[in-house]
């Protein structure tokens, strides 16, 4: 089974700064099949890249994903406030695992 | 639009049995495999099980194998979890979630989710 590690826990930013989320796997991720989502309280979780990179329908420009092998990021670049959520990293490429999320909280 | 609405959570005891459904519309829904995802209260998102999109293939997590089963009714665009021997730990909410393509790719459509409680 691949294990997702995320980092950091908690990352805490005010609005206009820039996040920056990694995603680390027990064993490379194959074709990069890599996914983030964001997830709110009492809500779904929403897909916001695929294949490591890949911006998913309508997700707007700031959120850009990268990264290979067993190291991955997500980074946005300058934060809204509806930025504020729960990020998490999965893997779809050797079934499937998510990362244990990581909360981007306004400082 | 793509719909997936969950239905059939609820309280159980620990020990019984209850079954989740999924009805999707919006979509090719036999052409799509489809997995249940639970995260329990608090905490990050555990995916449960995948069904082809025949249905002729199934994938369970460790931690509901022989427990838990998946099906799908292709004729009525619908989802099934049936779930037995509940333990308080699969207390969670449950989420039917759509591949982004028919046969692998990550999940680009999820329902809001069915709480299941097992608790005495």
């Known amino acids: 089974e691949i294990v997702l590690t995320q980092s950091p826990g908690t990352l805490s930013l005010s609005p206009g700064e820039r996040a920056t989320l990694s995603c680390r796997a027990s064993?490379?991720?194959?074709?990069?099949?890599l996914g983030w989502y964001q997830q709110k309280p009492g809500q779904a979780p929403r897909l916001l890249i695929y294949?490591?990179?890949s911006r998913a329908t309508g997700i707007p420009d700031r959120f850009s994903g990268s990264g290979s092998g067993t190291d991955f990021t997500l980074t946005i670049s300058r934060l809204e406030p509806e930025d504020f959520a729960v990020y998490y990293c999965?893997?779809?490429?050797?079934?499937?695992?998510f990362g244990p999320g990581t909360k981007v909280d306004i400082k | 639009e793509v719909q997936l609405v969950e239905s059939g959570g609820g309280l159980v005891q620990p020990g019984g049995s209850l079954r989740l459904s999924c009805a999707a519309s919006?979509?090719?829904?036999?052409?799509?495999?489809m997995s249940w995802v639970r995260q329990a209260p608090g905490k990050g998102l555990e995916w449960v099980s995948t069904?082809?999109?025949?249905?002729?293939?199934?994938y369970y997590a460790d931690s509901v194998r022989g427990r838990f089963t998946i099906s799908r009714d292709n004729s009525k665009n619908t989802l099934y979890l049936q779930m037995n021997s509940l333990r308080a730990e699969d207390t969670a909410v449950f989420y039917c979630?759509?591949?982004?393509?028919?046969?692998?790719?990550?999940?680009?459509?999820w329902g809001q989710g069915t709480l299941v409680t097992v608790s005495s």
């Open positions: 979630a759509k591949r982004q393509t028919p046969n692998y790719g990550p999940f680009d459509y």
């Open positions: 919006g979509f090719t829904f036999s052409s799509y495999s």
């Open positions: 069904i082809s999109d025949s249905g002729g293939s199934t």
């Open positions: 064993q490379s991720v194959s074709s990069s099949y």
């Open positions: 294949g490591a990179s």
């Open positions: 999965q893997q779809y490429g050797r079934s499937f695992t």
